[in-house]
């Protein structure tokens, strides 16, 4: 059967044509149910290319650039995921992919980890139409302002979970506009990497992030304003994060509710984050009510994640990939006890402690699967090894070095005798924000 175009109304956004999506399915039979829902994209106004095959699907997309598509998994073995491979693949990356998938497959491990690799997002089936069109509306713009930062925004962005979900429909629609976001959450729930995300999506890597922290600045005393008019400085046309903002000395404060107000020029995206309730320290008087009123305007809370169960899988075997690095040595999963473990534990230090307990356990792990012990979750404490020491040690140093040094990097790199690239990655490996 050859694929066919439906043509929806012509009515796109500031006068333009209408979005459209590339769905592909492996035959009529098994599209069927999700006919209802593509005739509703129709009716909104996308223009929706039923494929059947994936050599249709490849044509067509040598043919025109089709910025977001629908992968429909009715089943998975070898072939199916062949095919979604070579479409990818083929589409390159300025194609965001979301997938259709039978609730069933999401237990096989292979469909998952093609899922995490290949695809913006994913919907069970039967898909509820309002949220697949809006995933499909921020699949778009991500697809079409920031192709090359697609792969690098899901590294940010990973789990399955609702909330992660959430999240991803947050940081494309807040990538769209210039307003100051606000983050907050608890210490490890990956607020940094949302505003990593944002950061990313709205200006790509080529322009400067600079991170603050409001606790480092306050420890200036009289020098505290001039840290911030710097760090204004070398974010201009990025983005300046502003990390628990709560602790934000109230002079500097009424300085950031000028800048936010306009009084002051700033040229770069204001990204704060917190870890407690700002609305409750203002009743408190510890925090100004103007600039917590500023801040609401595009705010997002992070769930910890003893709250998203559902995340903490795909962010183990995430963390584990990252570990292994180049090469084909070190572990490729985990024992189904150390899973077990995993998913029993309730992350007191959030995905911060979850990344930090899989690398060590990968390092120190010599066949190819993690074993519950190497967790350290369970029964008696372990007794670090040598190679883990000496990382402690190691995460102690650069801790020290930075809060030495006002969290200045150059000088910090400096104190410990290794250059600027090589504490850049220890803060990575280590987690150090």
Known sequence: ?????????????????????????????????AEPVLSALDRAGWRVHRVHASGQAMGLLARRPVRVGLIHLPRFDGEAEAAVRGVVEAAGGGTAWVALVERRLLAVER???????????????????????????????????????????????VGESEATHRLRVWVAEAAARPEPALIAGEAGAGKARLARALHLLAGGPGRPLVELDAGRIARLGGRAGAALDRARAEATGGTLMLRRIERLPPDVQRELVRWLSGEVEVAARIVCTTRVALRERVLERRFSAELCLVLQGRAVAIPPLRERPADVRPLAHHFLELGRGPGL???????????????????????????????????????RVVPAEALGLAGRPRVPTLAEARLLAERAAVRDALAACGGNVSRAAHMLGISRASLYRLMARHGIE
Not at 127 to 144: F, N, Q, S
Request: net charge positive; with cysteine; aromatic share 4%.
């Open 329 to 367: 040595g070190g572990p490729l999963g985990f024992t189904r006890r150390a899973m077990d473990a995993l998913l029993a534990h309730d992350w007191p230090g959030n995905v911060r402690e979850l990344e930090a307990r899989v690398r060590m356990a990968a390092r120190a792990t010599e066949g």
């Open 111 to 157: 469909c998952r980890r093609l899922i995490r690799s290949a695809c913006y997002d994913f919907h069970t089936l039967p898909p509820d139409p309002e949220r697949l069109a809006a995933t499909l509306g921020h699949a778009h713009g991500m697809a079409v302002l920031h192709r090359p930062e697609g792969t690098a925004v899901r590294g940010l962005l």
């Open 1 to 33: 059967m050859h694929g066919r175009t439906s043509r929806g109304p012509a009515a796109g956004a500031a006068g333009r044509g209408p979005r459209e999506v590339l769905y592909l399915a492996p035959g009529p039979e098994a599209a069927a149910p």
